[in-house]
Structures are given as structure tokens and as C-alpha cells.
């Protein structure tokens, strides 16, 4: 296996976890800045306020996505122990 196939395989690893990880982390971050900017308009600093709407905002997302992920990676996984036999030689 060669310097470039490792490249390869791991840029691959990298952009899979990136587009699985992304749909969440992006949900977090709208609904914390909606959260806080309700905060600082109503002047309410509760710190449990920000982390449930964020809880269920990402479960939220993680039901409607959580098909789609899990089958990336299953194919994913697929792939790289279809990869395998090439990597002995």
C-alpha cells in the first residue's frame, strides 16, 4: 500500500466523520445562538436553558437523520473491509 492510498483512505475517514458530525453540530450552534440571543434580549441567565433546547433540537435531528447515518457509515465500513485483501498485497 502506498503513501497515497493512506492519504486517501485516511482524507476519506476524515470527510465521513465531518458529514455525519456536521448536521449536529450545526443544529447546536443555531440553537444556542437563538438561545442566546433570547437571553440577552429578556435578560434571563439561566444556565440549564441553553442545554435543553439544544438536547432536543439534536435528538430532534438525530431522528430524522439517524437513518442516513448510520447507512454512511455501514457503507463506509463496507467499504474499507472490501479494501482489506488490497492492503495485504
Do not use: C
Not at 475517514?13 to 442566546?36: N, R
Amino acid at each position: 500500500m502506498s503513501i497515497g492510498e493512506i492519504t486517501a483512505l485516511l482524507r476519506g475517514g476524515v470527510l465521513e466523520v465531518l458529514f455525519l458530525a456536521a448536521p449536529l453540530l450545526f443544529t447546536a450552534l443555531v440553537v444556542g445562538l437563538v438561545v442566546a440571543v433570547l437571553q440577552a434580549t429578556t435578560q434571563i441567565q439561566e444556565q440549564t436553558l441553553t442545554f435543553v433546547p439544544k438536547v432536543i433540537a439534536i435528538l430532534l435531528v438525530l431522528a430524522f437523520l439517524g437513518g442516513w447515518m448510520f447507512s454512511s457509515l455501514g457503507e463506509y465500513t463496507r467499504d474499507l473491509f472490501r479494501r482489506i485483501p488490497d492492503m495485504a498485497n
